[in-house]
């Protein structure tokens, strides 16, 4: 109850001290509104028409129909990355061997532009759901990997002797030793990783689909519809910063309590 | 849970030896720990206490000699508090009884008594490791080792980090202990005041390889052994030859103030 109270307590002043954020933001419409009226609707549409185009595109239910089909391909990459990348990388930080031999890879695989795999993806995929799904896989993938890895790495084995001294039943030990560990350097990769698969995937239907965000992207540039360009990335990136403010941070400041002085 | 054993358990180490690589940490050791009965390793630093404790511990292999223990309920006390940063002091105190299978109210309840008797406040029994203070944490990790109501118990240089005051009143605790369960102790000190205080018998080590060199024993019960007491002894063991060399003193340096010290 106590744990509870406390919990709502602290998420409370975390959106209180959300007003910041919310003043800067304003700050940056403003500055887009008057950067609008020097340039003219045809070049940069003012926020007011933005957020009406997306408001026209939500009431006639296509901005929920594209959101739903990026949103699955964009989750069920990172999820694929997370699970494939999480065990991978516990595993090779188990071993001093296979840590040194996956780093070099690893960095291969982060140093690869995105662009690049696309490519590859549209050669072995086509046009389905494959090439947008690897795609994403492929960019978030070293991404959870190396934090997993280093979580791995950075076991403290003077806590191991204190499970050992105390008898801690081996789940006990899994629970209660390695997991607050690891997850405190695997939550930070999750996030970084669920950022960059959603930019990935836009990125990937523009180029490669014929729905999904990136395609209506697609459409409303070569309709020159600046209005629905914004209106849709303003969608894209609204629905990123809610997951990752509303959800995942709270999430992450909960678990990581111990870490940072209340 | 373990009840009170009435048969005396022994710990028995006979021809202890370890090896890191090629260098010996320690040779053919060999001491015996009752139940009821505090032993003192004393010596320089880096002369093996550590890992002559951490063997008794279990925590590395036996390689040369032997150790038999029929202790069934020990706990270890570490030169660093040690605790599990992600939870609070309560939680961090309960973590041996949590293993022991013990419900959670129960064992928060024992943990909140101990965490009191060893001088945590209140609000300090919800904080998280880091929010506390050295000396805090170290009577955490002593909570920790008697939470689980011992029959051994292993230090590692427990009192260290903590000021006079607090040291005399954990010994106060320790003492309280001893006298309440058969408890068992062998502790590791750099403090020879410390040593004298608290044990039955005290174990000169010196170093390279790690070895008993004398065997000090003190057959005045702890419970009534004054200050001045700890003087005198302090001052006698000082003067032993053996104490001296085991911790590099030249035969000299010390003497003029020892036998000032000796008359009263």
Request: charged share 15%; glycine share 8%.
């Amino acid at each position: 109850m106590i744990l509870l109270r406390n919990g709502l307590k602290s998420f409370l002043t975390y959106l209180w001290s959300g007003w910041g954020a919310i003043a800067s933001l304003m700050l940056f419409l403003a500055v887009w509104e008057s950067a609008g009226l020097y340039y003219g609707e045809l070049i940069l549409p003012n926020p007011r028409i933005t957020f009406q185009t997306l408001a026209g595109l939500i009431a006639d239910g296509s901005a929920w129909q594209e959101l739903t089909i990026t949103a699955r391909r964009a989750l069920i990459g990172f999820g694929a990355a997370l699970v494939a990348g999480s065990t991978l990388g516990l595993i090779a930080g188990l071993s001093m061997t296979a840590s040194m031999m996956s780093r070099p890879i690893v960095t291969v695989l982060i140093g690869t532009p995105p662009i690049a795999w696309l490519v590859l993806a549209l050669l072995w995929f086509g046009n389905g759901d494959g090439t947008p799904i690897f795609t994403v896989f492929v960019a978030c993938m070293p991404v959870v990997f190396v934090g997993a890895m280093q979580g791995a790495r950075t076991l403290d084995g003077q806590l191991g002797d204190v499970a050992t001294a105390y008898r801690l039943p081996p789940l006990m030990r899994f629970t209660d030793i390695v997991l607050p560990h690891v997850v405190s350097y695997l939550f930070p990769a999750w996030i970084t990783a669920l950022g960059i698969s959603w930019k990935v995937v836009v990125m990937a239907e523009l180029l490669a689909s014929s729905d999904g965000v990136g395609a209506a992207l697609a459409v409303s540039r070569s309709h020159l519809d600046t209005a629905a360009t914004l209106a849709w990335i303003t969608a894209v990136v609204g629905l990123l910063l809610a997951v990752e403010y509303l959800l995942l941070e709270p999430i992450k400041r909960e678990i990581e309590r111990w870490r940072v002085a209340v | 849970m373990t009840t009170a054993v009435h048969a005396l358990a022994h710990l028995k180490v006979r021809g202890l030896g370890h090896k890191f690589a090629l260098q010996t940490i320690l040779e053919d050791i060999d001491l015996d720990v009752t139940s009821g009965e505090v032993v003192a390793l004393v010596g320089p630093s880096g002369c093996g206490k550590t890992t002559l404790l951490h063997l008794c511990a279990g925590l590395m292999p036996v390689r040369t000699g032997q150790i038999i223990s029929s202790f069934n309920n020990p706990a270890c006390m570490f030169q660093q508090p040690r605790l599990l940063p992600w939870k609070s002091t309560l939680d961090n105190i309960a973590l041996g009884l949590k293993a022991a299978g013990i419900g959670r109210d129960e064992r928060i309840c024992r943990a909140r008594m101990l965490g009191l008797q060893t001088g945590l406040a209140h609000e300090d029994l919800g904080k998280f490791p880091h929010q506390l203070s050295g000396g805090m944490q170290s009577r955490v990790a002593l909570a920790r080792a008697l939470a689980i109501m011992p029959d051994l118990l292993l230090l590692d240089e427990p009192f260290s980090a903590l000021d006079i005051g607090l040291k005399i009143e954990l010994y106060g605790l320790l003492l309280h202990h001893l006298k309440i369960g058969s408890l068992g102790v062998l502790m590791i000190t750099h403090d020879l005041m410390e040593a004298i205080r608290l044990s039955d018998t005290i174990l000169v080590m010196a170093p390279s390889p790690g070895r008993i060199v004398h065997r000090f024993r003190i057959d005045l019960p702890a419970m009534q052994r004054d200050d001045a007491f700890v003087y005198r002894m302090t001052a006698e063991l000082l003067q032993d030859s053996r104490v001296r060399t085991s911790f590099g003193l030249t035969p000299t340096e010390y003497e003029p103030l020892a036998r000032q010290a000796l008359p009263c």
